[in-house]
């Protein structure tokens, strides 16, 4: 049975003709497709006042952002609990701890209200992540940020051509960061960008992103390497390559296409499954989103059965997530009241979505959680 997976990537010839030329040129390491990648970006944002920084994934992302605003050992960072690991795990990379925080039941972005009853001394910055079609309410994020005098990464991992209030995301946050990894809106293979506010800080995640080494742009970006180089700060060896940004830019050429597709299909999946009794639907109508994931609450009991259902019947289904104080490593980490957390990681799940899905296979998908919904009910 051919299984219909959660996500897909949505790659044709122009992707493989642009990697093809990557791999010709004979530069596969960091150079003039990431200059291009990275203007390409900061266009399609209208970031006037950010610039972008790309790095090898998401997760590096979140690692040279913390240590951009000086998240160090004895520090704590507050995140929300239901968040990917790579952003505990970033934390943890740099010494500090993650303190975590409860989500709202109804945007899953942050709680800042009980976000306010965590901050300490030792409070250095907030990670705030958009999960998915609902975006954080980034004005308060900021008020938040200004009243305690820390930094806010924004993890905009789900929402890369979104928009909050008419702005693009990563055009406004404080330190931004996306990810282009292989289930992403739109992939590099492997990939990760961070939008900053000033030329000091680019110039900062330019070496630390270089195992440190002080490379100017004009041999960088140029597929050149400069052999005299000083070592000022601690750095890893994070940078994008060639072949990656190939791969992204010709992504982001069709992402007017891509996200158009991706809203249509979320928009047919709530219209639909609203109808069915036991689901509860994600409450947006999409405008202005770029949705990467599309997900539905299941009740408590029913989740993981008709997890088993759809899968029985040749279609997949993800979660995401498990909170970070599932986890072992994270099981003792300082946290606060997690009530709304629990309640989603329980109830959550996500449905395929790919940039070219048809709508016969939303009706498979949507029939086959129909049936599963008469066989519960008729149980009752
Ligand atoms: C919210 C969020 N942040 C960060 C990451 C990490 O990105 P990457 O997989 O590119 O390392 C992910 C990946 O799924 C994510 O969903």
Not at 71 to 97: K, M, Y
Request: charged residues 25%.
């Amino acid at each position: 049975m051919n299984m219909i997976p959660v996500f897909k990537p949505f790659i044709e010839q122009n992707e493989i003709n642009k990697v093809a030329e990557a791999l010709n040129m004979g530069w596969l390491g960091m150079g003039s497709y990431v200059r291009d990648f990275e203007e390409k970006i900061k266009d399609y944002l209208q970031a006037k006042n950010r610039y972008p920084v790309a790095v090898s994934t998401g997760h590096a992302a979140l690692h040279l952002s913390l240590m951009l605003a000086k998240v160090g050992p004895g520090d704590e960072v507050i995140t929300p609990a239901f968040n990917n690991i790579a952003d505990f795990q970033a934390i943890l990379a740099t010494g500090a701890r993650p303190v975590f925080c409860d989500i709202n039941n109804d945007t899953l972005c942050i709680d800042l209200d009980k976000a306010e009853e965590l901050v300490s001394t030792k409070t250095k910055a907030i990670i705030v992540m958009d999960y998915d079609c609902i975006l954080c309410d980034h004005d308060r994020v900021e008020k938040f940020a200004k009243k305690y005098n820390i930094r806010v990464i924004h993890d905009a991992a789900h929402s890369f051509g979104s928009k909050y209030k008419g702005k693009m995301v990563g055009s406004f946050s404080d330190i931004c960061m996306f990810s282009f990894d292989p289930v992403k809106t739109i992939t590099c293979i492997d990939g990760g960008l961070i939008m900053v506010k000033s030329q000091e800080e680019v110039n900062a995640l330019h070496e630390m992103r270089l195992i440190g080494m002080t490379q100017p742009s004009t041999t960088m970006y140029n597929n050149q390497r400069a052999w005299t180089y000083d070592v000022k700060r601690l750095g890893f060896r994070y940078h994008m390559s060639n072949p990656h940004a190939a791969i992204g830019l010709s992504q982001l050429s069709k992402m007017e296409k891509i996200s158009k597709a991706r809203r249509t299909i979320c928009r047919y999946y709530n219209e639909k499954l609203k109808e069915i009794e036991i689901i509860t639907t994600p409450k947006t109508n999409f405008e202005d989103i770029t949705p990467f994931l599309y997900y539905i609450r299941v009740p408590r009991n029913m989740r993981d059965d008709l997890r088993k259902y759809l899968y029985n019947v040749g279609i997949d289904t993800g979660i995401h997530w498990q909170p970070g104080h599932f986890f072992t490593l994270f099981k003792n980490a300082k946290k606060g009241d997690l009530t709304v957390t629990n309640k989603i990681a329980d109830e959550i799940l996500s449905l395929p979505l790919h940039s070219n899905m048809t709508i016969e296979t939303q009706d498979i998908i949507i029939n086959a959680i129909a049936s599963f919904s008469h066989l519960e009910v008729a149980q009752v």
